[in-house]
Nanobody
Framework: QVQLVESGGGLVQAGGSLRLSCAAS????????MGWFRQAPGKGREFVAV????????YYADSLKGRFTISRDNPKNTVYLQMNSLKPEDTAVYSC????????????????????WGKGTLVTVSS
């Protein structure tokens, strides 16, 4: 059983930056691709980004390319999401997910394919 705990959310002004972290425990971190998803108030869960087990390959939602960067540190069992040039529409609960999969990502992964989820961290972007 893998446990995921997100941190780093908070209130930021439009144009600002935040870095989210997701610490994993209870499993072999490098056996998992890791993803970030978000859910805005009143909306469904949305894919943000995913990174392969090795960290060598990433895939992003088209609308977020260039502003968000996913990375991971396997010795620290942690995945990160650097968010720049934040907009009010980025306001959401951001959750990380672990995917027991050691292949590459060439399209948006299905939410149902994720094996473990964190509880999320709230990001609020004020205008």
């Amino acid at each position: 059983q893998v446990q995921l705990v997100e941190s780093g959310g908070g209130l930021v002004q439009a144009g600002g930056s935040l870095r989210l972290s997701c610490a994993a425990s209870g499993g072999t971190f490098s056996n998992y691709g890791m993803g970030w998803f978000r859910q805005a108030p009143g909306k469904g869960r949305e894919f943000v980004a995913v990174i392969t087990w090795s960290g060598r390959s990433t895939y992003y939602a088209d609308s977020l390319k260039g502003r968000f960067t996913i990375s991971r540190d396997n010795p620290k069992n942690t995945v990160y999401l650097q968010m720049n040039s934040l907009k009010p529409e980025d306001t959401a609960v951001y959750s990380c997910a672990a995917h027991r999969y050691i292949g590459g990502y060439y399209s948006t992964p299905r939410i149902e394919s994720m094996d473990y989820w964190g509880k999320g961290t709230l990001v609020t972007v004020s205008s």
